[in-house]
T-cell receptor, first 119, second 113 residues
């Protein structure tokens, strides 16, 4: 089965530094998402992206965060100035271009995540 | 407030036994409910997806039920295997114009030989 690929699997950074998390969604998918999971807590929605623009974002996704699809295959999440509380597992997800999350035949495919540790 | 609550938090069973995990939600309006399996250090993998009109859905040894009136769902695992050890997450989608999924905290299942 095709997979969503995320790199790196682990990222350690100093507080205040910029980080870019990379994702390669499944090739025929057009909707892309970033979620995060702080250790021991629920998975939380960050942002959804379609047709080269953000379609929805959560309160967590403030001005320090940005997303980009720089070419036909990559989807990136940038955190401009990391804080200690940004430490979490960040998951990229994608889905095909038909139906929607409200369609029962619709699956959201998640990557294995990038564990970000801010020191 | 839109929330998804799961019980128990954790569960230990012996290989070959059955178990049932519970999910209660207060999400409104409701579109569909999903169960995901998440292995440690991995992304969630979809097991089942149900709308309000579906009472039950199976995927191999996994059977999910949904009662949209009481806003409850369950995931039943039959003849558990060691590979079933994982977190099982209940996820709800709202029905108006949003793609945001609402996740529960998950049930951590451990299957011992």
């Amino acid at each position: 089965e095709p997979e969503v690929t995320q790199t790196p699997s682990h990222q350690v950074t100093q507080m205040g530094q910029e980080v870019i998390l990379r994702c390669v969604p499944i090739s025929n998918h057009l909707y892309f998402y970033w979620y995060r999971q702080i250790l021991g807590q629920k998975v939380e929605f960050l942002v959804s992206f379609y047709n080269n623009e953000i379609s929805e974002k959560s309160e967590i996704f403030d001005d320090q965060f940005s997303v980009e699809r720089p070419d036909g295959s990559n989807f990136t999440l940038k955190i401009r100035s990391t804080k200690l509380e940004d430490s979490a597992m960040y998951f990229c997800a994608s889905r095909p271009p038909w139906g929607g999350l409200r369609a029962t035949n619709e699956k959201l495919f998640f990557g294995s995540g990038t564990q970000l540790s801010v020191l | 407030k839109n929330q998804v609550e799961q019980s128990p938090q954790s569960l230990i069973i012996l290989e070959g036994k059955n178990c049932t995990l519970q999910c209660n939600y207060t999400v409104s309006p409701f579109s569909n409910l999903r169960w995901y399996k998440q292995d440690t250090g991995r992304g969630p993998v979809s097991l089942t997806i149900m709308t309000f009109s579906e009472n039950t859905k199976s995927n191999g040894r996994y059977t999910a039920t949904l009662d949209a009136d009481t806003k409850q769902s369950s995931l039943h695992i039959t003849a558990s295997q060691l590979s079933d050890s994982a977190s099982y997450i209940c996820v709800v989608s709202r029905s108006y114009n949003t793609d945001k999924l609402i996740f529960g905290t998950g049930t951590r299942l451990q299957v011992f030989p």
